[in-house]
């Protein structure tokens, strides 16, 4: 018998599926091992997966829109815990994800992550549509209208492709298409194409991984994000993004910048009480400007906002007229706030 590949659908940083999977099709070390894409996000084990593929002889991993978003730091959720758990590692696994081709060929097969595009070569085929991005989906869906790409692929080679999601098990369309992320990281299963024989094998999955990566992850994402210095507005938008599952982080974020936001209205007043006092030494104050403002009647509430677009200028402009401080969201905020008293809103975060 000739050389077996091992095609293997979405990882999503499920090392202990891959290994069991591994054993499963008794996987030697004559056998070439293919990942369609997808070897990161989501899952627990990332780094163990990435090592797994690059440290094997015969390995090949196909560009997945998963690698492809890291490449192009679009960052969601699930990119931003990856970058996370790989640590000091991230840079360099980024470096060589950029490097990861974007299909494979043998003389049985094509694999490629996602889709090809019905009636056009391998060789012109877009990055986007083999790639199962956004506008490569979207690029599929105009040009073939109800149709799907499986429906109408005509060969010559029978391709094999992850990315959309199978729950119930690898489906085969015509014996031309196998589509092999059956959800390992969803609570599904992993599966492997074995050619030349074309037998599929699958292990279940051991969790819903990435429901349980979530909630592991969004405490140190939260935390790792500088909410001080980050306009009211983006800091609201980025806790809608990462906030789904109400933890008590996102609790105390959340009221912290209400609390911070709260100071603006007191600025003012203070502003206004310190310009009417004679004894006032308004050009060696730190908020001379605004005090001039205040002087001469032209500081209003909407000119106080706008003087405070994020929490760290609305803290040091409180901590200048003697606010008394809220406790700030993170431990490692900045330290450099010239205004506010030591201690005064780099407290520690008490999330339980
Ligand atoms: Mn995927």
């Known amino acids: 018998m000739g050389t077996r590949h091992i095609i293997i659908g979405d990882i999503h940083g499920c090392h202990d599926e891959l290994l069991e999977l591994c054993d499963r099709v008794a996987l030697t070390a004559s056998d070439i091992l293919v990942s369609v ?13 990435l090592r797994f593929f690059r ?12 690698e492809r978003k890291h490449v192009r730091q679009v960052f969601s959720f699930s990119q931003e815990i990856t970058r996370l758990q790989l640590g000091d590692d991230y840079a360099e696994a980024v470096r060589w994800m950029s490097r990861l081709p974007y299909w494979y060929e043998t003389d049985e097969i094509v694999v490629v992550h996602a889709a090809l595009m019905p009636g056009l070569a391998l060789s012109k085929q877009r990055d986007e549509v083999v790639s199962g991005t956004t506008s490569g989906e979207r690029e599929l869906s105009t040009a073939l209208g109800d149709r799907r790409w499986y429906e109408l692929y005509q060969g010559p080679k029978p391709v094999v492709v992850g990315h959309h999601v199978v729950l119930n098990g690898p489906q085969v369309h015509r014996d031309l298409v196998y589509c092999i992320d059956t959800g390992a990281c969803h609570g599904g299963s992993l ?14 999955a051991r969790d819903d991984h990435w429901k349980r990566t979530k ?26 993004r990462l906030g789904e599952e109400r933890s008590a982080a996102v609790e105390a974020i959340e009221a912290w910048l209400v609390q911070v936001e709260a100071l603006r209205p007191a600025c003012l007043e203070r502003l206004i009480a310190l310009a009417g006092d004679a004894s006032t030494e308004v050009e060696a104050h730190p908020l001379r400007t605004l005090l001039h403002m205040a002087r001469s009647g032209r500081l209003d509430l909407d ?13 040091e402009i409180a901590a200048a007229v003697g606010l008394p401080l809220p406790a700030a969201p993170c431990a490692d905020g900045p330290a450099n706030v010239r205004f506010a008293p030591a201690g005064s809103w780099l407290a520690p975060w008490q999330f339980d």
Do not use: Y
């Not at 894409?37 to 997966?49: Q, S, Y």
């Not at 599966?191 to 279940?204: D, H, N, Q, R, Y």
């Open 37 to 49: 894409g997808d070897l990161v996000d989501r899952g627990p084990e990332p780094g163990k997966v």
């Open 55 to 66: 440290e094997r002889p015969g390995a090949v991993v196909i560009m997945g829109n998963h």
């Open 191 to 204: 599966t492997a194409l074995i050619v030349p024989t074309f037998e599929l094998v699958s292990v279940k």
């Open 215 to 240: 909630q592991t992850w969004q405490r140190p994402v939260l935390l790792a994000k500088a909410w001080p210095e980050m306009s009211f507005s983006k800091a609201r938008r980025e806790l809608e």
């Open 303 to 315: 000119g106080v906002k706008e003087r405070c677009p994020t929490p760290k200028r609305t803290l």
